[in-house]
């Protein structure tokens, strides 16, 4: 067993191992995301613990995601909250909101989640800071106006994970015309130019293929 046979196996046994105690409600949300017909691009069981931990690990009270799609990611992430804590999630898409909340309702958490429904990019001037942590997983051609944001809306020791950089390898093609993989390539540059972000990238590979992730700690 050779390749994604392998990958999605590994993943499987992660997920038994180490998350067999995770809510049902995360399997009830992937389930309200299919009957709602939404992609099934959500971040795996393993990805979203390890969202979860980050919360949990870097302390933070405020949390800001870009692209909710259909909250999986988003309970995730709130779950990891104090009480007292507060996420505000950006999606463009009307539908994707509509049932992000109704799965965010599921999961009890209205109280700390608000969905914000609009482009990002035209929400996000009135979106209030600073926030602890920002997980961006959106439209990547946009990502370094996502990117720009995030560190605006940061305070020094703020994390910053930014989702799919990878993009099966193609990211390392710069003559790629993919919009996805160009977004990609560009969200590197501005990290690397920046002065406020110290940051790596890791690869990844399971149940979603052959990706990763960039994750930069502000200064």
Known sequence: MTGEATWSAVDSYV????????APVFEAILRANAAAGLP?????????????LLVRIAGAKRVLEI?????????????????????ISLEYAERHAAVARENIAR?????????????????????????????IDADKPNN????DW?????RPGSVIVLDNVVRDGKV???????????????????VHDHPRLD??????VGLKGYDGFALALVR
Do not use: C
Request: charged share 20%; glycine share 10%; aromatic share 8%.
């Open 150 to 154: 995030a560190v605006r809306l940061s």
């Open 199 to 204: 940051a790596t990238a890791l690869q990844t």
């Open 107 to 135: 999961a009890g958490l209205l109280e700390r989640v608000e969905v914000r429904q609009g482009a990002a990019l035209d929400l996000l001037p009135d979106v209030p800071g600073p926030f602890d942590l920002v997980f």
């Open 67 to 87: 692209g909710t799609l259909g909250g999986y990611s988003t309970v995730w992430m709130a779950s990891a909250l104090p009480p007292d804590g507060h996420l």
């Open 144 to 147: 370094p106006g996502y990117l």
């Open 40 to 52: 099934a691009i959500d971040v795996s069981p393993a990805q979203g613990k390890f969202l979860h």
């Open 172 to 190: 390392t093609d710069a003559s790629s015309e993919d919009r996805n993989v160009r977004g990609s390539r560009a969200a590197f540059d501005y």
């Open 15 to 22: 997920s038994d191992r180490l998350l067999a105690e995770a």
